[in-house]
């Protein structure tokens, strides 16, 4: 692509320890009602909540800890109520992804009046700016600090919906390494994963660019030298901040292009089958690359590289990662029958991701594609 923009607006601030100064970084928007928004445990259980209620001892705080994996419609409803309730000015979310979406879908709706229902299904529009939104990740793979999308589960219809609008970039994504040190392997496997998502399907997107390209390319090498060393290291600082960078930049490079093939058919692996989302995202990427290997053309040679491995073995790579950091490459051990292929056809052939994908591909195509994987 010759002809590009890129735009991400989010201010960044990326260190060990730079929690510790949020007041610092947050003083010039002079507000002092916030919102914290978390998930329901682990944020508690390993203190960096009351260390952050430290931190912030000079503002009012009201606190939003129900966030579940996958929020759903009623989660984010029920945030927004106590956002109005404790005049909150400030929405700071910590977290992984889901309170992330959560808190950034917050701000933004707080702004833009009607049935939360009616933004998800596209009936209305996002036509005014948000509240400020802090991000501060709590994981390393989501990439929700720097991206405008919150993804938000109708769980009467089993389906996960997409909030997107310029308008939703965090003002500020706080990036503090430090923080991801109490993850678990299970889930620095599983969120390590979908920032290794994010970053592929940024590569074979149909927008791609030079920007998120470069992005995706670093963020890919850094997945493939740290990922499996955190797992097995939790307490490495090293890895974690390599880790973190590669999640940052994954979300830099979908930030601008989307997400495609591997995200869609997560969908309904997570709300039919319960997979994990980076898990669900990651079972795909293998059987898609060699899919599209072909049209990603000369951009072959760049991203074996960063794999670290030669042309014909990127996939295979790719699906050894996985297996090494202790996740099913499979769906047959997911639980997940022939019987079951329909439905997650179906539910995951979502045209406008589909469309992104750099070649192109139909129902039968994916058929295909997820016989590989079985
Ligand atoms: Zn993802």
Not at 245 to 254: E, R
Not at 320 to 342: F, V
Request: proline share 3%.
């Amino acid at each position: 692509m010759t002809d590009w923009r890129y735009y991400c607006p989010t201010k960044i601030i990326f260190g060990d320890n730079s929690l510790g100064n949020i007041s610092d970084y947050i003083k010039d928007l002079d507000q002092k009602k916030i919102l914290l928004v978390t998930g329901q445990k682990s944020m508690k259980k390993s203190g960096i909540t009351d260390k952050l209620f430290d931190y912030l001892k000079n503002y009012d705080i009201s606190v939003y800890d129900q966030v579940e994996p996958n929020p759903s419609i009623e989660t984010l409803s029920k945030c927004i109520e106590q956002a109005k309730q404790s005049k909150s000015s400030l929405i700071v979310s910590l977290g992984g992804g889901s309170a992330i979406d959560t808190g950034k879908a917050t701000a933004i709706l707080l702004k833009n009046d009607g049935a939360i229902e009616d933004y998800l299904y596209k009936r209305k529009k996002i036509e005014n700016k948000g509240m400020d939104f802090i991000a501060i990740p709590t994981t390393a793979g989501s990439g929700s600090e720097v991206t405008p999308y919150a993804v938000i589960t109708d769980k009467k219809n089993k389906k996960k919906l997409t909030l997107s609008h310029e308008f939703m970039y965090p003002r500020m994504a706080i990036i503090d390494p430090v923080l991801t040190l109490s993850l678990s392997k299970r889930n620095t496997a599983i969120t390590g994963i979908d920032a290794l998502s994010h970053a592929l399907e940024a590569y074979w997107s149909k927008n791609s660019q030079e920007i998120s390209d470069n992005f995706a390319l670093k963020s890919i090498n850094l997945i493939f030298s740290s990922l499996e060393k955190a797992c097995n290291e939790p307490g490495n600082l090293e890895y974690r901040r390599n880790m973190s960078l590669a999640s940052l930049l994954a979300g830099m490079a979908f930030s601008n292009t989307g997400t495609n093939v591997c995200h869609a058919v997560s969908y309904p692996l997570t709300t039919y089958f319960d997979v994990p989302h980076g898990l669900a995202c990651g079972l795909t990427l293998s059987s898609l690359l060699e899919y599209n290997k072909k049209d990603i053309g000369e951009k072959m040679t760049p991203l074996a590289d960063s794999i670290g491995a030669s042309y014909n073995k990127c996939s295979k790579k790719i699906e050894e990662l996985i297996k090494n950091i202790g996740l099913p490459a499979r769906l047959s051990e997911l639980g997940i029958t022939k019987g079951d292929m329909p439905l997650i056809i179906d539910e995951g052939f979502i045209i406008e991701k589909f469309e992104k994908n750099i070649k192109s591909i139909d129902k039968q195509n994916l058929e295909k594609i997820l016989h590989n994987i079985f």
